[in-house]
Each structure stands twice: as structure tokens, then as C-alpha cells.
Nanobody, 122 residues
């Protein structure tokens, strides 16, 4: 599965962005989809995932970010509202088939997009 992420950019604190990640495979609908992020000097961290009919979020983004998917378009989205400077990172989309207890682990995902930079200025 090839993934192409887009939608990053430079915004001011409080603004919104929507990231998109397009997949190359029709079997996309059978995968769990997720977003992770990585800022300089830090490990890649979980942001959000969509497994079956359930959505999972990191505490730091809950109530601000929304993950969604359009299986007809083989695309997953991350709507990011009320952005903060600490949200600055490279955002990666990923697909895989984790069990529920490992949905937040990056090691659970076999396929990754190339990343898109999000920079939030104060």
C-alpha cells in the first residue's frame, strides 16, 4: 500500500488545517488508519486512529482533532482545529491491522506515508 499525505503548512495558533492521506489500494477499507507525528528530537507519537467503527485519540489532541475516512476515495483525513505551537511536527499517516490494545503503537502499522510538515506559530 502506498500512501501520499498532504495538507500541511504554516499557520498561526488557533487556526485549522486538514490533512489528507490517499492510499493506492482498494483494500484500504479493510485497514485501520492512523496519524502519528514527530517533532525534532522526539519519538514518533500517536495522534489518532480509526479502527472499524471506533476512533482513538491522543489526550493532547482530543476535542481538537478529528479523524475520518472516505473509503470510496481511499483517503483518510485529519481535521485539526485550535492548533497550538506544540502541535508543530511532521505528520505521518499509516495503515495496518493492529489489535485494539496496540492501536496506538507505531509498530502496529506496516505502511507509512512520507509525512507532511505542520508548523504552528505563536
Amino acid at each position: 500500500v502506498q500512501l501520499q499525505a498532504s495538507g500541511g503548512g504554516l499557520v498561526q495558533a488557533g487556526a485549522s488545517l486538514r490533512l489528507s492521506c490517499a492510499a493506492s489500494e482498494r483494500a484500504f477499507s479493510t485497514y485501520t488508519v492512523a496519524w502519528f507525528r514527530q517533532s525534532p528530537g522526539k519519538e514518533r507519537g500517536f495522534v489518532a486512529a480509526f479502527k472499524g467503527g471506533s476512533k482513538y485519540y491522543a489526550d493532547s489532541v482530543k476535542d481538537r482533532f478529528t479523524i475520518s475516512r472516505d473509503n470510496a476515495k481511499n483517503t483518510v483525513y485529519l481535521q485539526m482545529n485550535s492548533l497550538k505551537p506544540e502541535d508543530t511536527a511532521v505528520y505521518f499517516c499509516a495503515v495496518g491491522r493492529p489489535i485494539t490494545s496496540t492501536v496506538r503503537a507505531s509498530s502496529s502499522y506496516a505502511y507509512w506515508g512520507q509525512g507532511t510538515q505542520v508548523t504552528v506559530s505563536s
